[in-house]
């Protein structure tokens, strides 16, 4: 087997103990004699798998008892819909206040204005998404249906490091939060937001799960324009089978659960990914040789862009990234340059491996 470290931004790394265990249990899970794929998602052994998740995921995060665990279909840009159909039924003119920090929320942005008044709070897009405006300068609404930010730029790589304190100004809006890149990744007071969503295939296992953990009180407020199918209400009477869910998704995130559960929870796994965001950046700021255009503050743990002053040197800089088994380096190709996304399943061995590399690199072509 080659052994390489992957730096993908998604779909991404998964923990090698958890494709082990799928693989072992491919053809005949648990001696039901059946693949999960092959399982009625009705039976008993699929609601097995897909309690423990809910129940698994909840834990992990300390999801309060009046919160909703949503298994979803359509990824975080169906979110950029679901969220406004869901949410503005019972105020339909009320305003959707929003923050742009990147290329993932200038898309919430565009699609949320399909449905209702968007008010964009902020734009960092002036500073090249280099920092996030900051609160107290945001022009909020009195009072808007919501108040959506996206947590964690997977682009360009900015991250929200505290909850935005703004209730008082919003007269208590909920926070929506786009988190598929981060969630899990650090800890979070998951109550001090409406709805938290995310695709599943940055750090939780393979495209085609999203979900969404929603307060109770934001279910049943659709407008009747929302597909049965995504409406939350009829999803959480329904146990998130209201139609046939993602059944394999939920069950390889089900084992990421657990395997995040062995490692110490999310607050170890925050620890350890606090150390491997240091070491890198630390190698991009020792040297003139690499640059991070995100200003220190706001810096994602998640996903790293950079760029190498010599761009002419970006085709070698891969070439020989992939030779010492570091791959998929290449930057989004809006944004160019490199991107290391350091997600929970990429060990601390992977991002020594990249600095090491890197000082190599900067010290053969400087
Ligand atoms: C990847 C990503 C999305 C889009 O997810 P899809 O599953 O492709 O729809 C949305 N928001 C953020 C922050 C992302 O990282």
Known sequence: MTDIFN???????????????????????HGSGMSVMEMSHRGPEFMSIMDAAQRDLRDLLSVPENYQILFLQGGGLGENAIVPMNLMGSRPDATIDMVHTGSWSGKSIQEAAKYAKVNVAASAQGNGFSRIP????????????????????????????????????????????????????????????????????????PAGLT???????????????????FDWKKIADNGSMYNTPPTYGIYIAGLVFQWL???????????????????????????????????VPFRSRMNVPFYLRDERLNAAFLAEAREHGLIQLKGHKSVGGMRASIYNAMPLEGVQALVDFMQEFASQHS
């Open 7 to 29: 730096f993908s931004a998604g779909p991404a790394v998964l923990p090698k103990e958890v494709l082990q265990q799928a693989a072992s249990e491919m053809l005949d899970w």
């Open 134 to 205: 900051d609160v107290s300068e945001w022009n909020l609404s009195a009072s808007p249906a919501y108040v959506h930010l996206c947590t964690n730029e997977t682009i360009d790589g900015v991250e929200f490091h505290s909850v935005p304190d703004i209730a008082e100004r919003t007269a208590g809006a909920p926070i929506v939060a786009d988190m598929s890149s981060h969630i899990l990744s650090r800890e979070i007071d998951v109550s001090a937001y409406g709805v938290i969503f995310g695709g599943a295939q940055k750090n939780i296992g």
């Open 211 to 229: 979900i969404a953990i929603v307060r109770d009180d934001l279910i049943g407020h659709a407008l009747p324009c929302c597909p049965s199918a």
């Open 261 to 295: 559960k062995r490692q110490g929870g999310v607050a170890a796994l925050e620890q350890r990914n606090i150390e491997k965001a240091q070491l890198l950046y630390q190698c991009l700021d020792s040297t003139d040789f690499y640059e991070s255009r995100v200003e």
